[in-house]
Each structure stands twice: as structure tokens, then as C-alpha cells.
């Protein structure tokens, strides 16, 4: 009996020293993995992202550095950071940040899909690409999401139809995307303008202050707001309005959030790879004062998402292919 108590003491010794190595080693895999910035291969610089869209003006059309108007943007950008240094519309050393295509809605397509799909034109609508999307990679993931459009109708259905259409709002072109449950994800907000209902995207802010933010927000401005069928004064004085609110938010003083804010394209004159265009990254998470040496395109926004969440990317050579805009990270 002895002899056995014995076994069975060095037994139970040598189980928990099992037990203790296992915890040690899964505990030693899982502080490797970063809790922000970038190590080695791996990269998770934010667990939050918000991303507004504005329209048809170029980089120099906005900042002041080279003679454009938007006071507040350039302000925004110099406090955080900007993809490139550029000194013109068309030339930008180092780095900067293309749009891809003209007119908007291709841009907007490649934005969410990793390509145009052969759509070259505004005017297209609905679900009509079947191809995989951003959705389909963030419900993969179990990412949260919510995409917003001021003024928008049918808000929560497949009848959801912003002011103007799927041209600012590609999710609307995708096959997967017209489903009951993703329909509800798509969402209208009220624009500052609008004498009807709160103003000021009450809706959308909300949500940045509610205890269960999603982890993914769209926003896309309507025709005034996003500089569209405006100046880029007006354009500005909405950031102006809309971005303090945005960074003072609970999501944003509580969480590791980003704030990406780009246009869709610059002058039909200039195209890709030569239509530079405003790109800035703000937040507790962004590098301040930084100008970004990299050379982006629509699609580092996918791969940059892609590499924040370990998606699978969406198409050869586009954002597969495409530089992740990490170096604007802590």
C-alpha cells in the first residue's frame, strides 16, 4: 500500500506539472499576439474603425499646404496623420494615397469588393455583383458592423436606398449583401442639414456612445455634407462639426478606435496611379503629426483590414497585392 500511495503521489505531481506547462505555453501564445501596433508578420493596431467617405476633390483641392481650402482637414491630418506629402494632384513624394477609377461608384465598389467588376459607370443598382465582399469576410470573422447613409430610406431592410443609390454605397451592389439579417445592418442617419427629426448624424453617434459600439461603422455623408455638390469649404465645416464629436466619443476615449477619413477621387483629369487624394488616420491608436511615406491605393484599405483581422483578401493582384497602411499606427 505504500509502495502505491507512493505511484499514485508521483502520478498526481506529474499531472499538474502537465497542467502547469500547458497553461504556461498557451499563456506564452496568446501574449504574443499584439495588443496594438504591428510585431513581425503580425498586426491588430485597432479593435475599432470608422470610416467616412467624401467625394470628387483632390488632395491639393483640400490640403493647404499646396493650395487647397479645408482648413480643418489640414489641421486634422497635421495633428495625426496623412498618406503622402503631396505637391499636387497628380504628384506626391513620398508615399500617397490613389483613388482608382472615374466616375464614383467603381470606387466605391473596389472600396468594399476588391474590384470594380466591370462596372465603370454611376447608375448601378442593386445586388447585382456576385462576388465575395468585406461583409462576407467580417461575419466570417464575427466582426460587428454597421454601415450608415445619411438620409437614407427603408433603414434596416434590403429596400435600404440612400439619396444617391449604390453610387456612394457599394455594399448595395453585392449579391450576399440582400439578406433579411445583414439588411438590418445598413442604416440611415440624420444629416446636420435636415430640418426633420435630430440633427448632426444623431443616429450614428449614438451608436459611437452606446455600450455596444459595432467594431466596423460606414458612413457616407449625403451630396452636400461630403463635398459632392459643394466646395470644399462645406465639406470641411461638416468634419469640423462631425469629427470632435467622433474622437470625444465614448468609443473613442474607452477603446483602441481609428478614424479613417478619404475621398473617393480626385479630378477626372488625373488617373491612377497618379490621382492622389485625401487620406487621413486620427485617434488613440494613430501615430500624431505623421505623414505617411507609403504608396496606397482604395485597395490598402481592404488589405489594411484584411491584416488588422486576418481576412482572407478578395481578389488577385488588387488588395491581395495591396499595401496595408500599418505604418500609421502606435
Given at each position: 500500500m505504500t509502495s502505491f500511495r507512493i505511484w499514485r503521489t508521483?502520478?498526481?505531481?506529474?499531472l499538474g506539472l502537465l497542467i502547469v506547462v500547458s497553461v504556461a505555453a498557451s499563456t506564452i501564445v496568446q501574449t504574443s499576439l499584439p495588443a496594438t501596433g504591428c510585431i513581425g508578420t503580425l498586426c491588430h493596431p485597432f479593435d475599432y474603425i470608422v470610416t467616412i467617405l467624401m467625394e470628387n476633390k483632390g488632395y491639393c483641392q483640400v490640403m493647404t499646404t499646396c493650395g487647397g481650402s479645408g482648413t480643418y482637414e489640414t489641421s486634422l491630418a497635421q495633428s495625426y496623420a496623412i498618406a503622402g506629402n503631396c505637391s499636387?494632384?497628380?504628384s506626391c513624394l513620398p508615399g500617397g494615397y490613389t483613388a482608382l477609377f472615374h466616375p464614383s461608384e467603381p470606387n466605391y465598389i473596389a472600396l468594399v469588393g476588391g474590384s470594380n467588376f466591370g462596372i465603370t459607370d454611376d447608375g448601378n443598382c442593386c445586388y447585382e455583383i456576385d462576388q465575395p465582399n468585406l461583409i462576407d469576410r467580417l461575419q466570417d470573422r464575427g466582426v460587428t458592423w454597421s454601415a450608415y447613409a445619411e438620409g437614407a430610406t427603408g433603414s434596416g431592410t434590403c429596400r435600404f436606398m440612400p439619396p444617391s443609390k449604390a453610387n456612394h454605397f457599394g455594399f448595395?451592389?453585392?449579391?450576399?449583401?440582400n439578406e433579411t439579417q445583414r439588411c438590418t445592418h445598413f442604416l440611415t442617419t440624420t444629416p446636420p442639414t435636415s430640418p426633420d427629426g435630430p440633427a448632426d448624424d444623431h443616429e450614428f453617434l449614438v451608436e459611437l456612445n452606446s455600450t455596444n459600439p459595432s467594431h466596423y461603422i460606414w458612413l457616407t455623408p449625403n451630396n452636400n455634407d461630403n463635398g459632392h455638390g459643394s466646395?470644399?469649404?462645406?465639406?470641411?465645416?461638416?468634419?469640423?462639426n462631425l469629427v470632435p464629436k467622433i474622437l470625444n466619443s465614448k468609443l473613442f476615449l474607452t477603446q483602441r478606435a481609428a478614424l479613417f477619413i478619404v475621398y473617393d477621387e480626385g479630378p477626372r483629369s488625373n488617373v491612377f496611379p497618379h490621382d492622389f487624394i485625401y487620406a487621413s488616420w486620427s485617434g488613440p491608436v494613430v501615430k500624431q503629426n505623421y505623414t505617411g511615406v507609403g504608396s496606397y491605393s482604395h485597395y490598402s484599405y481592404l488589405a489594411t483590414l484584411e491584416k488588422n483581422w486576418g481576412f482572407p483578401c478578395?481578389?488577385?493582384?488588387n488588395d491581395c497585392n495591396a499595401s496595408a497602411m500599418t505604418e500609421f499606427f502606435l
Open positions: 508521483l502520478l498526481s505531481l506529474l499636387s494632384n497628380s448595395l451592389e453585392f449579391k450576399d449583401n466646395d470644399v469649404i462645406v465639406g470641411d465645416a461638416y468634419l469640423n478578395l481578389v488577385k493582384n
